[in-house]
Nanobody, 115 residues
Framework: QVQLVESGGGLVQAGGSLRLSCAAS????????MGWFRQAPGKQRELVAT???????NYAASVKGRFTISRDIAVNTVHLQMNSLKPEDTAVYFC?????????WGQGTQVTVSS
């Protein structure tokens, strides 16, 4: 059973930064893609950023230029560096991993950006 454990959420003022981490219970190169999604109250879960096995990244238009996804293969962890945060970035952020058979989700971490 794959486990994804997020950390790093919290409360920050607009314009501030946070760094989220997602620790996986197995080699992250065994996944086709890992990424971050978010869900705000009353809204659908949406993609924020992904990184594939080759290291190629993809970002939602709303976060491009402000957020950076990266990985540390040695410790099976994916990070999301979030800069210039806006109140509309407030959401629960979920780590996601996909292999050939399944999609896996973390429990989520709350990010709240105050104006």
């Amino acid at each position: 059973q794959v486990q994804l454990v997020e950390s790093g959420g919290g409360l920050v003022q607009a314009g501030g930064s946070l760094r989220l981490s997602c620790a996986a219970s197995r080699n992250i190169l065994s996944f086709n893609t890992m990424g971050w999604f978010r869900q705000a109250p009353g809204k659908q879960r949406e993609l924020v950023a992904t990184i594939n096995r080759s290291g190629n990244t993809n970002y939602a238009a709303s976060v491009k230029g402000r957020f950076t996804i990266s990985r540390d293969i040695a410790v099976n962890t994916v990070h999301l560096q979030m800069n210039s945060l806006k109140p509309e970035d407030t959401a629960v952020y979920f780590c996601n991993a996909e292999d050939w058979l399944n999609h896996y989700w973390g429990q989520g971490t709350q990010v709240t950006v105050s104006s």
